[in-house]
């Protein structure tokens, strides 16, 4: 396979708790092969570092601080890397998490935290995406 054939150039990628740990290297990846990124983190400091890292990279970012349980933070993160890029190619729903304490353990308010968190963030990153890649195609 050809190195160039995985390049990803001039596409836009959003990549949700991309402030740190395994969605700061896939943003930084996603730089290195070429695309811009937009990275979406709760924490305003972590967010933007990666964005300083991927423009490193010769690419542009965004930095936009985002709580992805909340949906209208997500809609808004999303409206806010259209109207920069006009296109959203890549969404790489990252944002999760899991809790030390055994799952029995584990209060109803602790488990539906997770739920938010896991799986609610991901639909709610997908369906605000989904219309923009289809009008790109």
């Known amino acids: 396979m050809n190195p160039n054939d995985l390049l990803l150039t001039d596409q836009v990628a959003i990549v949700t708790g991309g402030g740190g740990g395994i969605g700061r290297a896939i943003a930084i990846a996603y730089a ?20 300083e890292r991927v423009r490193e990279c010769g690419r542009r970012a965004l930095a936009i601080p985002t709580d992805v349980m909340d949906t209208d933070q997500v809609r808004a993160m999303v409206r806010r890397a259209d109207e920069e890029f006009g296109r ?32 609610v963030s991901m639909f709610a990153a997908t369906h605000a995406v989904v219309p923009i890649m289809i009008r790109e195609s």
């Open 32 to 51: 290195q092969a070429c695309a811009d990124v937009v990275i979406a983190d709760i924490e305003p400091v972590r967010c933007e570092e990666t964005a």
């Open 88 to 119: 959203i190619d890549i969404l790489c729903n990252n944002a999760g998490g899991v809790s030390a304490r055994p799952f029995v353990e584990q209060s109803e308010r602790s488990w539906r935290r997770h739920i938010d968190l896991n799986l």
